[in-house]
């Protein structure tokens, strides 16, 4: 079945740092990928996405790039700030659009 | 434009109490999905439906019950609450494939249960 693998966390960052959060992932067929954002107290939202190999997904600064060589779509961003704290959900689609979900890597921005 | 709404927020419940929580959504979508979020894991899928009169098992589907009976609306039934339910509930929902693929699932605030 399909499979999603997150780096542990927490991640603990001063801000303005660079950011690496890694994801692995296994599935049959050419799957979506997701990365989603859960802030304390709220539902998850869609933070970017990509749908083929080689494709980018950014949004507010965070990017991922689709790697089917590796099975991988880690989370990036240059320079982090105190509201970017959060918990971050790498996520990928399965048949009748399901997703697999990693287990959430909590991000910590200090001033 | 509300998107996903869930009610209720929060619940406490004792155990063999059961409970339906609400989910209701305006965008016209065929897709909907009931999720549970425990401590510092991912979200595991209990329910799914894809359209007005279907639904399906997830993973863990034990100990809950679905209906469909609309487009907009997708309750979650826990007969005989237990402790192990004790959980954050999100309900999701995502538009026809026909509408552009692989689209985002979109998600409710979540309902905070516990089951004493």
């Known amino acids: 079945g399909n499979s999603v693998t997150q780096m542990e966390g927490p991640v603990t960052l001063s801000e303005e740092a660079f950011l690496t959060i890694n994801c692995t992932y296994t599935a049959t067929g050419y799957p979506s990928l997701f990365w989603y954002v859960q802030y304390p107290g709220e539902g998850l939202q869609l933070l970017l996405k990509a749908t083929k190999a080689d494709d980018k997904g950014s949004n507010k600064g965070f990017e991922a790039t689709y790697r089917k060589e590796t099975t991988s779509f880690h989370l990036e961003k240059g320079s982090v700030q105190v509201s970017d704290s959060a918990v971050y959900f790498c996520?990928?689609?399965?048949?009748?659009?399901?997703?697999?979900f990693g287990t959430g890597t909590r991000l910590q921005v200090t001033l | 434009n509300a998107g996903v709404t869930q009610t209720p927020k929060f619940r406490i419940l004792k155990i063999g109490q059961s409970m339906t929580l609400q989910c209701t959504q305006d965008m016209n979508h065929n897709y909907m999905y009931w999720y549970r979020q425990d401590p510092g894991m991912g979200l595991k899928l209990i329910y799914y439906?894809?359209?007005?009169?279907?639904?399906d098992k997830g993973e863990v589907p034990n100990g809950y019950n679905v209906s469909r009976s609309t487009t907009e609306d997708f309750p979650l039934r826990l007969e005989l609450a237990a402790p192990s339910q004790t959980s954050v509930y999100f309900c999701?929902?995502?538009?026809?494939?026909?509408?552009?693929?692989?689209?985002?699932?979109?998600f409710g605030d979540g309902t905070r249960l516990s089951i004493l």
């Open positions: 996520a990928l689609t399965g048949t009748a659009s399901k997703l697999t």
């Open positions: 439906s894809v359209g007005a009169g279907i639904t």
């Open positions: 999701a929902s995502r538009g026809n494939f026909i509408q552009g693929g692989n689209q985002p699932q979109h």
